[in-house]
Nanobody, 128 residues
Framework: QVQLVESGGGLVQAGGSLKLSCAASGRTFSDYAMGWFRQAPGKEREFVAAYPLSAAVTYYADSVKGRFTISRDNAKITVYLQMDSLKPEDTAVYYC?????????????????????WGQGTQVTVSS
């Protein structure tokens, strides 16, 4: 089992940057595929980015591709989301999530129901 705690959210102007961190507990973090999701008021939780197990492939939503970068440091048991060129429409609560179900295709990792562990979320607000 793994516990996840996000940090790094805040208020930023459009065009600015933020880096979110998700610190995990547990000794088997490297066995988990990790993802970032976000949820804006009145909207469903949506996929942002995923990091299967290695850097060979990472997945991004079309809306953030080229602006956001997901990375992980297994030694620090932390996954990051670097967000650049932020837009007001990026405003949401951002959640990190983990799964160890063994299937890590894009079709699987883009769906929140395929993750077993979630953090409490961190608010990101982008002003225009």
């Amino acid at each position: 089992q793994v516990q996840l705690v996000e940090s790094g959210g805040g208020l930023v102007q459009a065009g600015g940057s933020l880096k979110l961190s998700c610190a995990a507990s547990g000794r088997t973090f490297s066995d988990y595929a990790m993802g970032w999701f976000r949820q804006a008021p009145g909207k469903e939780r949506e996929f942002v980015a995923a990091y299967p197990l290695s850097a060979a492939v990472t997945y991004y939503a079309d809306s953030v591709k080229g602006r956001f970068t997901i990375s992980r440091d297994n030694a620090k048991i932390t996954v990051y989301l670097q967000m650049d060129s932020l837009k007001p429409e990026d405003t949401a609560v951002y959640y990190c999530a983990g799964t160890r179900r063994g299937v890590y295709t894009r079709a699987v990792l883009t769906k929140p129901e395929n993750y077993d562990y979630w953090g409490q979320g961190t608010q990101v607000t982008v002003s225009s």
